[in-house]
């Protein structure tokens, strides 16, 4: 079975969440890794796995980093770690798929969809799209505060977006070498 590792360089990691009810925050995971095996140019014969490293979150605030780092929300000091691992991959529309799979957070471990539009296949690796939301209290993050305005501070819903960028795995390019 082929393996292909997220090129953490050329991938991007972002959401975002409403803020304040009149705002949203976006950001990023700066440390990640993850594992495609199988096919890139059909993801339903294909299996994925993925790490994300939560201190390495960047709002462009750093008091901001810090509180989600913090207890109040992903408490990364005992949880360092996020992870995704796909159960089924299965054509939506359009040359699209949409996978399902275990999303792990705080130690919660609830099924995420996220949706995978292939931007670019070549026989080196694969560019994709991916598209999900989650909400954040169904993981264990409910810190909130009532603005005075009416309303609260933090949304519920945490769009994600990612591009994902698959490599061959260099143990993959080894073993097809001849020797």
Same mark, same amino acid.
């Given at each position: =079975? ?6 953490? &360089?050329?991938?991007?990691? +972002? ?5 304040? =009810? ?11 890794? +993850? ?6 140019? #059909?993801?339903?014969?294909?299996? &994925? ?7 390495? &979150?960047?709002?462009?605030? !750093? ?11 992903? *408490? @990364?000091?005992?949880?360092?770690? =996020?992870?995704?691992?796909? !159960? ?22 609830? !099924? ?12 080196? +690796? @694969? ?10 209290? *169904? ?5 909130? !505060? @009532? &603005?005075?305005? +009416? ?7 945490? #769009? ?8 061959? #795995? ?10």
């Amino acid at each position: =079975m082929n393996r292909w590792k997220v090129d953490r &360089i050329a991938s991007t990691v +972002g959401f975002s969440v409403p803020h304040m =009810m009149v705002s949203t925050v976006t950001g990023t995971f700066e440390e990640f890794s +993850g594992e495609l095996q199988g096919n890139i140019a #059909d993801l339903t014969k294909s299996k &994925i796995n993925f790490q994300v490293i939560v201190p390495s &979150i960047q709002t462009k605030n !750093r008091d901001r980093d810090l509180h989600l780092c913090s207890k109040d929300f992903f *408490d @990364a000091q005992i949880f360092p770690q =996020m992870t995704f691992t796909s !159960r089924s991959i299965y054509n939506d529309t359009d040359g699209k798929y949409q996978m399902s799979g275990d999303l792990t957070v705080k130690n919660t471990t609830k !099924r995420a969809v996220f949706y995978i539009t292939p931007k670019e296949v070549t026989i080196f +690796g @694969a560019t994709y799209l991916v598209e999900g939301e989650i909400k954040r209290k *169904d993981f264990g993050l409910m810190w909130n !505060r @009532a &603005i005075e305005a +009416g309303g609260v501070m933090v949304g519920d819903v945490i #769009d994600i977006q990612m591009t994902i960028v698959v490599s061959k #795995d260099e143990e993959n390019i080894k073993q097809q070498q001849p020797e």
